[in-house]
């Protein structure tokens, strides 16, 4: 862990703790968890950094926080989130957010410490599965394998509401800026290492950006747009890493009206990083990406909601469209049973063509197949 | 046959009669918020955690009844949610940093008390529970 990592949380936690300490009562004190437990069964390739063709059930979750509302406009809590998926994750605990929130008033809040960056529809709850139907987010766009590493900021957010008026909806807002570390022991560590690339401490950078949703007049509609910048530089065992700034815009739509759901976003990326060995000429390497989902739902009864969705990533960089090393497409069915307010348990189906996202050369070391039927089945609980 | 029918017609009249009325829920807010009435969507959007305020600017802090008659009905009059929609909904909010839950109580008097107590406290109760100290809000 970075010393500045370290240091931020640690205050936060010293914050958190004498806050919690300062003589309130225990009412004002809230302590929410959740934990679930994944199986995972598919044929043509191992998927996820799991043994998903035998059957796995190598992927576990599960985050506790604690949260004081210090007095009616001041916040401060602190989550802590375990991750073991396949290879990825591990037996150590990360903290996920720690937090002071001062809400000057609707339109106008500070945020600083460790926090959650706004971006897209689930960027910052997509690692909380009890909040949604599917067992497995779009992989095109919030890949559960390499998600740790954007998830949050090390800085401050300014965020608010404002209504446009009766006529034109309200406006919620996110600017942020911030540092950022590669997780450690996710994905992208992982096509690192397996390139020959070892870090002895994940590169970072800086993370700025902003988010805007627009909850229009008709009920239930909302429109939005979010912009992450990041570069990134780092030392490697044999020389250096640097990506230079980073634009990575999105734009998304959500509608929820009685029973129904539906969303969709649209994402492109377009990021160069050069590999700088100690005795050999630089490598820079360059991708573009366009990603995108559209997904809906129906709550049948107050207890179970299904709904599918379908998804798209295509690298136009990697020179051939047809090959499926640049492309991932994923039908996808979900039903989910809510047992109460705390128990649910989930089963998901994914029919996927290409390999672009998701799909590991050290678990599939024959060569990836084009397709890819999997099967998700989630039990979980949460408080 | 026909009285028969006509019978069952007046019963079925009668239950759904009982159970509105057995259902009726107050919107209960502490004297200070400065509003005197509040519309069905300001009321969604507060009790969602989408907003703070009413359109009239006055500042809110939404309060909960655990379960229950009035806190079901409520749900399903004013949110438009089910219970565990709603929680989902909020649970979203805390895991990702950006609010802590409404404070809720086992009961309505409860609920009253500190309404009466808090300012800006918003809250609701069945129609027939005593609300000494709180004003009510009537729901455009």
Redesign the interface.
């Given at each position: 862990m970075r010393p500045v990592n370290s240091l931020l949380i640690g205050a936060f936690a010293l914050a958190t703790g004498s806050a919690l300490c300062a003589g309130q009562g225990s009412?004002d004190i809230?302590i929410?968890g959740?934990a679930t437990q994944g199986f995972v069964v598919s044929n043509g390739n191992n998927y996820l950094g799991m043994g998903t063709r035998s059957g796995s059930p190598a992927w576990t979750e599960a985050?506790i926080?604690i949260?004081?509302?210090v007095e009616?406009k001041l916040?401060v809590?602190v989550?802590i989130h375990y991750t073991r998926l396949g290879t990825f994750g591990g037996d150590n605990v990360s903290v996920?957010?720690a937090?002071g929130?001062y809400?000057v008033k609707?339109w106008l809040g500070l945020?600083a410490g460790k926090?959650?960056i706004r971006w897209g529809l689930f960027n910052?709850?997509q690692d909380?599965d009890?909040?949604y139907l599917w067992a497995l987010l779009p992989e095109s766009i919030y890949g559960v394998d390499i998600r740790a590493t954007n998830l949050s900021q090390l800085g401050a957010e300014v965020y608010g509401?404002t209504?446009l008026g009766?006529k034109r909806g309200?406006l919620s807002y996110s600017g942020y800026y911030g540092y950022y570390f590669f997780a450690s022991d996710d994905g992208y560590m992982a096509l690192f290492n397996a390139s020959g690339y070892t870090f002895p401490k994940p590169p970072g950078g800086k993370t700025p950006g902003f988010d805007l949703r627009w909850?229009t007049p008709l009920p239930g509609l909302q429109l939005g747009g979010s912009l992450m910048l990041y570069n990134a530089d780092g030392s490697m065992t044999n020389g250096s890493y640097r990506m230079p700034v980073t634009f990575w815009p999105t734009y998304y739509a959500q509608w929820n009206i009685?029973k129904v759901f539906a969303s969709a976003q649209y994402t492109k990326l377009v990021q160069y990083q050069t590999f700088s060995v100690t005795d050999a000429v630089p490598s820079t390497s360059g991708s573009d990406t366009r990603a995108w989902f559209v997904m809906g739902g129906y709550?049948f009864t107050?207890?179970f909601q299904a709904g599918a969705y379908y998804t798209h990533d295509l690298q136009p960089s990697g020179g051939d469209d047809s090959n499926p090393a640049n492309f991932y497409k994923d039908w996808v069915g979900s039903g989910r049973f809510?047992f109460?307010?705390n128990f649910y348990m989930k089963l998901e189906g994914h029919l996927m063509d290409g390999n672009l996202v998701g799909f590991y050369s050290f678990d599939n070391p024959n060569g990836f197949k084009p397709r890819t039927g999997l099967l998700v089945a989630k039990i979980g609980f949460?408080f | 046959m026909k009285k028969l029918l006509l019978a069952f017609l007046l019963l079925s009249a009668l239950s759904i009669l009982a159970d509105r009325a057995q259902a009726q829920v107050l919107v209960i807010a502490n004297p200070a918020v400065k509003a005197s009435d509040v519309s069905k969507s300001e009321l969604r959007d507060v009790f969602t955690g989408a907003t703070s305020s009413l359109k009239s600017g006055a500042q809110v802090i939404p309060v909960l009844l655990k379960q229950g008659a009035a806190h079901n009905q409520f749900l399903a009059d004013y949110v438009g949610k089910s219970d565990s929609t709603f929680r989902a909904g909020w649970r979203s909010l805390v895991f990702s940093g950006q609010a802590s839950m409404p404070k809720s109580f086992d009961t309505e008097s409860a609920v009253v008390e500190f309404v009466a107590h808090t300012a800006d406290a918003i809250g609701y109760i069945s129609k027939a529970t005593p609300h000494e100290g709180a004003k009510v809000l009537s729901v455009r």
């Amino acid at each position: 862990m970075r010393p500045v990592n370290s240091l931020l949380i640690g205050a936060f936690a010293l914050a958190t703790g004498s806050a919690l300490c300062a003589g309130q009562g225990s009412e004002d004190i809230q302590i929410h968890g959740f934990a679930t437990q994944g199986f995972v069964v598919s044929n043509g390739n191992n998927y996820l950094g799991m043994g998903t063709r035998s059957g796995s059930p190598a992927w576990t979750e599960a985050a506790i926080n604690i949260n004081d509302q210090v007095e009616n406009k001041l916040r401060v809590g602190v989550q802590i989130h375990y991750t073991r998926l396949g290879t990825f994750g591990g037996d150590n605990v990360s903290v996920d957010w720690a937090l002071g929130d001062y809400r000057v008033k609707p339109w106008l809040g500070l945020r600083a410490g460790k926090v959650k960056i706004r971006w897209g529809l689930f960027n910052d709850t997509q690692d909380y599965d009890p909040g949604y139907l599917w067992a497995l987010l779009p992989e095109s766009i919030y890949g559960v394998d390499i998600r740790a590493t954007n998830l949050s900021q090390l800085g401050a957010e300014v965020y608010g509401k404002t209504s446009l008026g009766r006529k034109r909806g309200r406006l919620s807002y996110s600017g942020y800026y911030g540092y950022y570390f590669f997780a450690s022991d996710d994905g992208y560590m992982a096509l690192f290492n397996a390139s020959g690339y070892t870090f002895p401490k994940p590169p970072g950078g800086k993370t700025p950006g902003f988010d805007l949703r627009w909850d229009t007049p008709l009920p239930g509609l909302q429109l939005g747009g979010s912009l992450m910048l990041y570069n990134a530089d780092g030392s490697m065992t044999n020389g250096s890493y640097r990506m230079p700034v980073t634009f990575w815009p999105t734009y998304y739509a959500q509608w929820n009206i009685k029973k129904v759901f539906a969303s969709a976003q649209y994402t492109k990326l377009v990021q160069y990083q050069t590999f700088s060995v100690t005795d050999a000429v630089p490598s820079t390497s360059g991708s573009d990406t366009r990603a995108w989902f559209v997904m809906g739902g129906y709550h049948f009864t107050d207890k179970f909601q299904a709904g599918a969705y379908y998804t798209h990533d295509l690298q136009p960089s990697g020179g051939d469209d047809s090959n499926p090393a640049n492309f991932y497409k994923d039908w996808v069915g979900s039903g989910r049973f809510d047992f109460n307010s705390n128990f649910y348990m989930k089963l998901e189906g994914h029919l996927m063509d290409g390999n672009l996202v998701g799909f590991y050369s050290f678990d599939n070391p024959n060569g990836f197949k084009p397709r890819t039927g999997l099967l998700v089945a989630k039990i979980g609980f949460t408080f | 046959m026909k009285k028969l029918l006509l019978a069952f017609l007046l019963l079925s009249a009668l239950s759904i009669l009982a159970d509105r009325a057995q259902a009726q829920v107050l919107v209960i807010a502490n004297p200070a918020v400065k509003a005197s009435d509040v519309s069905k969507s300001e009321l969604r959007d507060v009790f969602t955690g989408a907003t703070s305020s009413l359109k009239s600017g006055a500042q809110v802090i939404p309060v909960l009844l655990k379960q229950g008659a009035a806190h079901n009905q409520f749900l399903a009059d004013y949110v438009g949610k089910s219970d565990s929609t709603f929680r989902a909904g909020w649970r979203s909010l805390v895991f990702s940093g950006q609010a802590s839950m409404p404070k809720s109580f086992d009961t309505e008097s409860a609920v009253v008390e500190f309404v009466a107590h808090t300012a800006d406290a918003i809250g609701y109760i069945s129609k027939a529970t005593p609300h000494e100290g709180a004003k009510v809000l009537s729901v455009r």
